[in-house]
């Protein structure tokens, strides 16, 4: 669904059956568009504290860009005592097919993560065909896809 036709930073219809108290969330951030990444890593963080994560709960990993998201998720994923996994990047469409590449390379990445470990691993990465585009879903007037991501999470570890 498009971003013009549902935004679900503002989504509160999200049914905590269980405590998120003791549950704990990795969030893997890209470096590469890094202002847009850090707005993506907000959104996501502030609304798991928002839905009950402790504060020291939640992990924050680093890696260089997009691409390098799967591998840290699976590091991530492979511990024991991660519940779930959010995965934030940005890619922007170039000059070449390069965009078209990363892009496949980490949906498929980022999905066969979580099949591997049965654990949530959310796909919080924008692509998006310009910069402009990016801000407009990292807290601009498409709301912040960093939210979503987090309620993906809480939905999913509540599942």
């Not at 965009?99 to 390379?105: H, L």
């Not at 407009?136 to 979503?148: C, L, Q, S, V």
């Not at 991501?149 to 809480?154: D, L, Y």
């Amino acid at each position: 669904m498009a971003s013009s036709e549902k935004n679900l930073s503002t989504y509160s219809n999200v049914n905590l059956s269980a405590s998120l108290s003791a549950k704990k969330v990795a969030i893997v951030v890209s470096e590469w568009n890094t202002e847009i990444t850090e707005a993506l890593y907000e959104g996501a963080y502030s609304t798991l504290i928002e839905k009950g994560l402790k504060k020291e709960n939640i992990i924050k990993k680093y890696v260089p860009g997009s691409f390098e998201l799967s591998i840290g998720a699976q590091k991530m994923a492979a511990l024991k005592e991660i519940d779930a996994v959010i995965c934030v990047g940005c890619v922007i469409r170039g000059e070449t097919s390069h965009f078209d590449f990363i892009c496949q390379a980490v949906a498929t990445g980022i999905t066969d993560v979580s099949l591997k470990y049965d654990k949530p691993v959310i796909f919080g990465v924008l692509t998006t065909e310009n910069k402009q585009q990016a801000f407009d879903r990292a807290g601009g007037k498409h709301g912040n896809k960093g939210d979503e991501a987090g309620i993906t999470a809480v939905k999913m570890i509540n599942f």
